[in-house]
C-alpha cells in the first residue's frame, strides 16, 4: 500500500510566523507555490499560509494602491497575523488513499506531513495529479504489450 511519504515533497519552503507579508509573497511568486507551512526555529510546525491567505490580505486594486505601497504593507504584516493555525495534517506513514479523501472531502489543495509535531513534507493536489499521470502511463503500457 502507497503510504504520503511515496510522494510527498519532503524540500520544502518554510517561514517563521514572524516573517512578513512580503517574504512570504515572494517565495510563494519564486517558487510557484501556493501554499507556505509555518514553523518554528526547531521545525515544529505552527500553522500553514496559502495563496488564499495572502490574496485576503492584500488591499483592493480598487483601491488604487501602487505596488510600493503594497510592499511597504506588506513589510508591515507578521506572517502570524494572517496564517491558519487550526490546520488538518498527516503523517508519512498514513495511506495515499486516506490522504486522498482528507483533501477531496475538506477541498484542501494541500497537507502538511507532520511526524511528532515535526514537519517532514507536504502533499499536494499536484502530488496526486502526478501519481495519477505514473499510473495511467502503467497502465497504458501494461495493455500494449497485450496488443
Do not use: W
Not at 506531513?113 to 514537519?119: E, G, K, P, Q, R
Not at 499536494?124 to 497485450?146: N, R, V, W
Amino acid at each position: 500500500m502507497l503510504k504520503v511519504k511515496d510522494i510527498m515533497t519532503s524540500d520544502i519552503f518554510t517561514l517563521k510566523q514572524t516573517d512578513n507579508l512580503a517574504l512570504a509573497r515572494s517565495v510563494m511568486n519564486l517558487a510557484r507555490i501556493r501554499h507556505i507551512p509555518i514553523v518554528s526555529s526547531d521545525n515544529h510546525f505552527i500553522g500553514l499560509l496559502t495563496h488564499r491567505d495572502i490574496l485576503a490580505a492584500t488591499v483592493s486594486k480598487l483601491a488604487d494602491v501602487d505596488s510600493q505601497t503594497q510592499e511597504e504593507i506588506d513589510l508591515g504584516i507578521p506572517v502570524m497575523e494572517i496564517m491558519n493555525l487550526n490546520v488538518k495534517s498527516v503523517s508519512s506513514e498514513d495511506s495515499l488513499r486516506d490522504a486522498a479523501s482528507l483533501l477531496l472531502e475538506h477541498k484542501f489543495g494541500c497537507l502538511p506531513v507532520v511526524d511528532n509535531d515535526i514537519l517532514v513534507g507536504i502533499i499536494t493536489e499536484a502530488d496526486f495529479l502526478s501519481l495519477t499521470i505514473s499510473l495511467l502511463d502503467a497502465l497504458k503500457d501494461g495493455a500494449e504489450e497485450y496488443v
